[in-house]
């Protein structure tokens, strides 16, 4: 069981340039959402989706977006990067309803050069 | 996180406990967590209360609510150097769909 899959774990952009984190769950969780964490700052909420074809805004969601074609999939796109975009960003997923059991994937370390 | 804040920092020797504290501001949460972040790991589920509660004991762990004033805490009694970790107050908004975490709490426990 795989659970929370993030892909890249590392990633270096250069200003300007887009990329997508990869998120992946196999326990068919109808609720995912991407976190960037900062020091001092903990972790922030960007985006979240709560089914296939719904996404909805977070505290801080300018500068990326997502989408949610099926219930397994959420990416999260950096469309130009930018140096403050510098963050340690985790996907989580849990089944609706279920606020206790939220699970957590490993992280994605991305620096904006 | 500006909603729900914590202290940045403590310090504390193995064996004695340790109190996380933690302030929120949003009276209708439902839920609030606790959650351990190790170094270089994603955050793991430590433990929870309801907010009709104002205890609740979990082995090492104890969580006292003040609904009141708005504080949670959690008390880690013998800490030992494993618990060295970030520690995340968070609490449920919107009907569970938003998780809005603290600032995070680094603990360091010393031998």
């Known amino acids: 069981n795989a659970g929370v899959t993030q892909t890249p774990k590392f990633q270096v952009l250069k200003t300007g340039q887009s990329m997508t984190l990869q998120c992946a769950q196999d326990?068919?969780?109808?609720?995912m959402s991407w976190y960037r964490q900062d020091p001092g700052m903990g972790l922030r909420l960007i985006h979240y989706?709560?089914?296939?074809?719904?996404?909805d805004q977070g505290e801080v969601p300018n500068g990326y977006n997502v989408s949610r074609s099926t219930t397994e999939d959420f990416p999260l796109r950096l469309l130009s990067a930018a140096p403050s975009q510098t963050s340690v960003y985790f996907c989580?997923?849990?089944?609706?309803?279920?606020?206790?059991?939220?699970?957590f994937g490993e992280g994605s370390w991305l620096t904006v050069v | 996180g500006e909603d729900v804040e914590q202290s940045l920092f403590l310090s504390v020797r193995e064996g004695d406990s340790s109190v996380i504290n933690c302030t929120y501001t949003?009276?209708?949460?439902?839920?609030l967590y606790w959650y351990k972040q190790e170094p270089g790991a994603g955050l793991q589920l430590l433990t929870y209360?309801?907010?009709?509660?104002d205890m609740k004991q979990d082995q090492r762990l104890t969580v006292l609510l003040n609904k009141k004033d708005k504080h949670l805490s959690l008390r880690i009694a013998d800490t030992q150097t494993g618990d060295s970790a970030i520690y995340f107050c968070?609490?449920?908004?919107?009907?569970?769909?938003?998780?809005?975490f603290g600032t995070g709490t680094r603990l360091l426990v010393s031998p």
């Open positions: 989706s709560v089914g296939a074809g719904i996404t």
């Open positions: 968070a609490e449920t908004r919107t009907g569970f769909q938003k998780l809005v």
């Open positions: 989580a997923s849990r089944p609706t309803g279920a606020a206790l059991t939220i699970y």
């Open positions: 949003d009276s209708s949460s439902t839920y």
């Open positions: 209360i309801f907010s009709n509660m």
């Open positions: 326990m068919n969780h109808e609720y």
